[in-house]
T-cell receptor, first 115, second 114 residues
Framework: ETGVTQTPRHLVMGMTNKKSLKCEQH?????MYWYKQSAKKPLELMFV???????ENNSVPSRFSPECPNSSHLFLHLHTLQPEDSALYLC??????????????FGSGTQLSVL | LAKTTQPISMDSYEGQEVNITCSHN???????ITWYQQFPSQGPRFIIQGYKTKVTNEVASLFIPADRKSSTLSLPRVSLSDTAVYYCLVGDKVGNTGFQKLVFGTGTRLLVSP
């Protein structure tokens, strides 16, 4: 148990569907992240929120829309996805984004399949 | 971008010591070196972090030479459950914001056999 909970664990959706991924952290951290991990590829940083403010958008397509209502919750809203968006989506948190001692705590991820 | 280079894969047997070396020639003065472990279908898990010389915890040791251009993660007496992907990371600043993000490379896939 890392203190970062992601739901759902698995999601299958069609290209015309709209769904949302949820992440909640119980660690009192101020920064939260979305990473994407495709098969056989490195983890790709998608978004970073620091004190609820988005500080990084790593050239992610607009069909991925993040939302951070508070420092404990992070959402990733999905719409009109493509089959190549199928991947493991990982949420992480850290105590303070921007420090040299940054340590990330990851959730177990949502395995997304787009049909 | 600060970049790391690791072997793609390594094989070992139970009870052996495993050393995974990572190159980071462009490491910045303020960067720490951090290692994570990832099992299939799970998020990476922090293992150890260091700045220079040697760091040891209950799981592993991290050896960093004086020039800090490389580091070695040492796993003593590995077991089957140590089969995983191991990532070496250094920080990377984004523009002039001071914000530091951690960039994951391809990692080293360690397979421990009986």
């Amino acid at each position: 148990e890392t203190g970062v909970t992601q739901t759902p664990r698995h999601l299958v959706m069609g290209m015309t569907n709209k769904k949302s991924l949820k992440c909640e952290q119980h660690l009192g951290h101020n920064a939260m992240y979305w990473y994407k991990q495709s098969a056989k590829k490195p983890l790709e940083l998608m978004f970073v929120y620091n004190f609820k403010e988005q500080t990084e958008n790593n050239s992610v397509p607009s069909r991925f829309s993040p939302e951070c209502p508070n420092s404990s919750h992070l959402f990733l809203h999905l719409h009109t996805l493509q089959p190549e968006d199928s991947a493991l989506y990982l949420c992480a948190s850290s105590a303070l984004s921007g420090t040299v001692n940054e340590k990330l705590f990851f959730g177990s991820g949502t395995q997304l399949s787009v049909l | 971008l600060a970049k790391t280079t690791q072997p793609i894969s390594m094989d070992s047997y139970e009870g052996q010591e495993v050393n995974i070396t990572c190159s980071h020639n462009n490491i910045a003065t303020n960067d720490y070196i951090t290692w994570y472990q990832q099992f299939p279908s799970q998020g990476p898990r922090f293992i150890i972090q260091g700045y220079k010389t040697k760091v040891t915890n209950e799981v592993a040791s991290l050896f960093i030479p004086a020039d800090r251009k490389s580091s070695t993660l040492s796993l003593p007496r590995v077991s089957l459950s140590d089969t995983a992907v191991y990532y070496c990371l250094v920080g990377d600043k984004v523009g002039n914001t001071g914000f530091q993000k951690l960039v994951f490379g391809t990692g080293t896939r360690l397979l421990v056999s009986p």
